[in-house]
């Protein structure tokens, strides 16, 4: 099994700044994903975090509004920039170790 | 597209009442089918999933699922919910050619257990 923690666990932040959220795994895993779940929808994922190469995004993400760093094999950061109140959601850090694991989520509200 | 559909938002019963979550998916080919679960407070754990065989698979704490290739269904099936069983529940398939851990989710499924 894989343990994964994400920080922060929530946050409530200002439209126009950027938030920065780790995601750190109990073990050793070359692939790291990151979802997002908006209020009343589904999980979608917003990229594919591999250690030593940039970051694959999904249709309709883009590097600029979520980087991600993936430093090594079992910590990754994924940064919402220059937030608006639609990015308000909860961010889902996966891994997959022998099945799927996901994070605790972070609740981000951006007024 | 390639979609997921969970077919109730929010199914609410008794204690001992049997369950069926129904799940679509819209996508032909080889597909690996998972069903999760998110306890209230909890992260989404693995509830059960199908990957090749007997298409009636067993999970955790008493659920199963079954696979229909003709109508390219997943349902989720309990016979007797207890009030634990309270949790919202998300299908997954994983669509055939796409990278590990590029899920497609449903929507999930609200299910609240009256003690």
């Known amino acids: 099994s894989a343990v994964i923690s994400q920080k922060p666990s929530r946050d409530i932040c200002q439209r126009g700044t950027s938030l920065t959220i780790q995601c750190q795994v109990d073990?050793?895993?070359?692939?790291m994903f990151w979802y997002r779940q908006q209020p009343g929808q589904s999980l979608t994922l917003i990229a594919t975090?591999?250690?030593?190469?940039?970051?694959?995004?999904e249709s309709g993400f883009v590097i600029d509004k979520f980087p991600i760093s993936r430093p090594n094999l079992t910590f990754s950061t994924l940064t919402v920039s220059n937030m608006s109140p639609e990015d308000s959601s909860i961010y889902l850090c996966?891994?997959?170790?022998?099945?799927?694991?996901f994070g605790p989520g972070t609740r981000l509200t951006v007024l | 597209a390639q979609s997921v559909s969970q077919h109730n938002h929010h199914v609410i019963l008794s204690e001992a009442a049997s369950l069926e979550l129904g799940c679509n998916y819209s996508?032909?080919?080889?597909?690996?089918l998972f069903w999760y679960v998110q306890y209230p407070g909890q992260h989404l754990q693995l509830l059960l999933k199908y990957f090749s065989g007997d298409p009636l698979v067993k999970g955790i704490k008493g659920f199963e699922a079954e696979f229909i290739k003709s109508k390219f269904s997943f349902n989720l099936r309990k016979p007797s919910v207890q009030w634990s069983d309270t949790a919202e529940y998300f299908c997954a398939p994983h669509p055939p050619g796409g990278s590990q851990g590029n899920l497609i989710f449903g929507k999930g499924t609200k299910l609240s257990v009256k003690p």
């Open positions: 073990s050793q895993v070359t692939m």
């Open positions: 996966s891994v997959v170790h022998n099945e799927q694991f």
């Open positions: 996508y032909g080919g080889t597909v690996n």
């Open positions: 975090a591999n250690q030593g190469s940039e970051a694959t995004y």
